[in-house]
């Protein structure tokens, strides 16, 4: 008899605390996990709006210098085609020179300050606005002798304080018999490069610009980082790409800044524009680009409280109302224990409590069935039992076991091909001992006597309800795939898979054991005959779970371990 335990805690207050635990734990870390998961989405959303921007930037950068470039281009063609490759500068030609000059300058001045032609005699044609800074008179002589020389070239962006506004000067050659006739240069306005920055910084928020390899800007999204009025303090990404220009760009670095004395952390990414040696930069400090989830956790934090303030008043109400079906079900439960099995406990409950008491009058009965049950197959065991049964049935069972999982099969199936495998000679008790311990051969009366065993085994097995799905596997245990098996001599699929698998495990280990008729084979061999001279008595696919069975060493486990209660 089970002794009352001593002190007891009233379930009314474990289930509050369970309820309190259950409602404030699991949104404690709900709301952490959306944090952190906006967080990261917030990041990667982030670096992906930086690097679009620093790529399209790049991108755009590049196209419009191109198309500059090919309408400069379209001048020195013109000079070609309309006045010869000997570049004589006739007062005829200089008058042509000056119209074509014009032509373009007044198409394109949008996006020229200046256009000019050079001869190699050093006349000089000149559209659009006088060039009178130093700096860029130096750079137009750079760029003229390696345009003489027949070189393209892109002088390094500078910004012009008068105009305000960064130029770029392109020179490219005009064609000659022997060498070029002269060069066309022109001084490209980035003002329309400027005014994208700009507008891309105002919808986005990030700070942008452009920088060439030696790390000098020329075009800012705030221009007054560009007149000297606004001092740059964001150096760290810029020494980057001036160190290492040709690093892979696209990336977004998190790094440390000191901005006005104070240092801060920043996201910024650049991207490289093709064919030049000049980059696309997108800045932004973290607290401006982060400020979103800051603001989440507040919010998140004030919700959670406001949730569990509800969760405990509900908690309160609802814990007294739980508990009272369960001190009914307690005292019914008591009843049962002391074996008054005579009625269903009877509690009417639209929660779980009543699926609960579903779950006990279905295991009254379940119990009370297996119990007789089990008492009718022990008194039939009782008077007609085999001593050696019992160790071959374990191992067949073993071996079944480990068959049916190589075979992937479902863990319900495996189940009952365990408890099918386990009885499957139980039949054996109704044979005589003279015939079942007979050592030499067999006569053909006896044959048939011996092979009476399958169905004597399902028969005792019939009047036990909870195994009618398992004595297939025991009366057809003896059946050949290719028909020759007894006592139907079925063959093939009509064979069920649970008798088909324990075939093979019964034939191994007769194989494998010491019979009074035969001396045991060693494992390699038995498994060899199986698979190789007698496999048309067996299923493939059984074949095939049995080899990998072997193979893995799995017949030397205990396969039935994880199916035994």
């Not at 105009?163 to 003002?191: M, N, Y």
């Not at 740059?232 to 990336?251: H, Q, V, Y």
């Not at 067996?538 to 371990?561: C, M, Q, S, T």
Request: aromatic share 8%; hydrophobic share 40%; charged share 25%.
């Amino acid at each position: 008899m089970v002794k009352a335990q001593g002190r007891r805690f009233k379930i009314l207050y474990v289930l509050l605390l369970l309820i309190l635990v259950i409602g404030i734990i699991p949104l404690a870390i709900s709301d952490w996990i959306l944090i952190n998961t906006s967080k990261e989405i917030l990041i990667r959303n982030q670096n992906i709006l930086q690097q679009n921007t620093s790529r399209s930037l790049a991108n755009e950068v590049f196209l419009y210098m191109d198309k500059i470039k090919d309408v400069v281009r379209g001048v020195a063609r013109s000079y070609h085609d309309v006045l010869g490759a000997t570049g004589v500068a006739s007062a005829k030609d200089l008058a042509k020179k000056k119209e074509i000059l014009g032509n373009y300058y007044e198409e394109y001045q949008d996006y020229l300050l200046t256009v000019e032609s050079l001869n190699q005699d050093n006349v000089r044609v000149v559209a659009g606005a006088m060039i009178q800074n130093e700096t860029l008179i130096r750079m137009l002589l750079e760029s003229s002798s390696l345009g003489l020389a027949g070189e393209e070239s892109v002088s390094i962006p500078y910004f012009i304080p008068r105009e305000q506004e960064s130029i770029v000067i392109f020179t490219t050659p005009i064609p000659g018999d022997e060498k070029p006739s002269g060069i066309i240069s022109a001084f490209i306005r980035l003002e329309p490069l400027q005014n994208i920055a700009s507008e891309r910084s105002l919808a986005s928020g990030l700070t942008i610009y452009l920088a060439d390899h030696r790390g000098n800007i020329f075009i800012h999204s705030d221009k007054r980082y560009l007149t000297g009025s606004k001092r740059l303090e964001e150096k760290s990404l810029l020494k980057k790409f001036r160190d290492t220009p040709k690093m892979i760009s696209g990336i977004t670095l998190s790094y440390t800044e000191e901005i006005l004395g104070d240092e801060k952390r920043m996201l910024g990414t650049y991207y490289l524009v093709p064919d030049f040696d000049w980059a696309a930069f997108t800045v932004v400090e973290e607290d401006k680009a982060y400020y979103a989830v800051g603001e989440m956790k507040k919010k998140t934090m004030l919700w959670g409280i406001l949730v569990a303030a509800c969760s405990i008043l509900i908690a309160v109400l609802w814990a007294n109302q739980l508990t009272k079906p369960l001190r009914l079900l307690a005292l019914s439960a008591r009843k049962m224990g002391s074996g008054d099995f005579s009625e269903d406990i009877k509690i009417k409950s639209r929660f779980e409590i009543g699926a609960l008491v579903d779950a006990f009058n279905y295991m009254r009965h379940e119990i009370r069935d297996l119990f007789m049950g089990s008492i009718g197959m022990i008194t039939a065991a009782i008077d007609e039992k085999d001593p050696y049964t019992k160790g071959h049935s374990e191992r067949v069972k073993k071996y079944s076991v480990a068959i049916a999982k190589n075979m992937d099969l479902p863990k319900k199936t495996i189940e009952k091909i365990m408890i099918a495998a386990q009885l499957h000679d139980v039949g054996k008790i109704g044979i005589q001992d003279a015939v079942l311990q007979k050592p030499g051969t067999l006569t053909k009366e006896e044959e048939k006597t011996m092979q009476q065993h399958p169905e004597k085994g399902a028969i005792i097995m019939e009047s036990v309800r909870q195994l009618k799905e398992i004595i297939p596997g025991m009366r057809y245990h003896h059946e050949r795939c290719n028909g020759t098996g007894y006592p139907a001599g079925i063959r093939g699929d009509q064979i069920p898979l649970m008798a088909r698998i324990i075939s093979v495990a019964d034939t191994f280990d007769a194989m494998t054991t010491n019979r009074p008729y035969q001396k045991a084979m060693d494992w390699e061999s038995a498994v060899e005959r199986i698979t190789t001279e007698i496999p048309e008595r067996f299923d493939p696919d059984v074949l095939k779970g049995f080899i990998k069975a072997y193979e893995n060493g799995d017949l030397l486990r205990d396969g039935e371990h994880e199916y035994d209660s």
